[in-house]
């Protein structure tokens, strides 16, 4: 299965659009995601055996996001992804509160 695909079953009972990369619709808060950084984590035989696959969430809402942060953090953790980082940002020019968390995967070739 594509990482994005993983993603999106991951987060699919959420009750907020869940997107690769950019959101086009209405919602006050919604969620997009994207990698940042495939690579690989192991060699053997000169050979490529697991590979480690970075992705970066981004939580987007005009309003408290802190339950929707805990329920997407359980659900990435159920799926198998591993936390690098969480930041809590504020686009000033978008007037929305941001929250970047990180994760990695490891799939094995």
């Known amino acids: 299965m594509s990482i ?7 987060l699919s009972n959420l ?9 086009k619709g209405k919602a006050n808060t919604y969620i997009t ?3 940042y950084l495939d690579k690989a ?3 053997a035989d000169d050979e490529e055996r697991i590979t480690g ?4 969430l981004d939580i987007w ?20 992804f591993i936390k690098i980082s ?13 929250k970047v968390m990180r994760y990695r995967i490891e799939k094995e070739e």
């Open 41 to 43: 984590e192991q060699h």
């Open 4 to 10: 994005n695909k993983t993603i999106l079953t991951a």
């Open 86 to 98: 969480f930041n809590d940002l504020y686009e000033n020019d978008l007037k929305i509160y941001h």
């Open 61 to 80: 809402s005009n309003s408290d996001y802190t339950d929707l942060v805990d329920n997407v953090h359980n659900l990435m953790q159920q799926a198998g």
């Open 33 to 35: 995601f994207f990698t």
């Open 15 to 23: 009750e907020v659009p869940v997107t690769f990369q950019t959101y």
């Open 53 to 56: 696959q970075y992705i970066q």
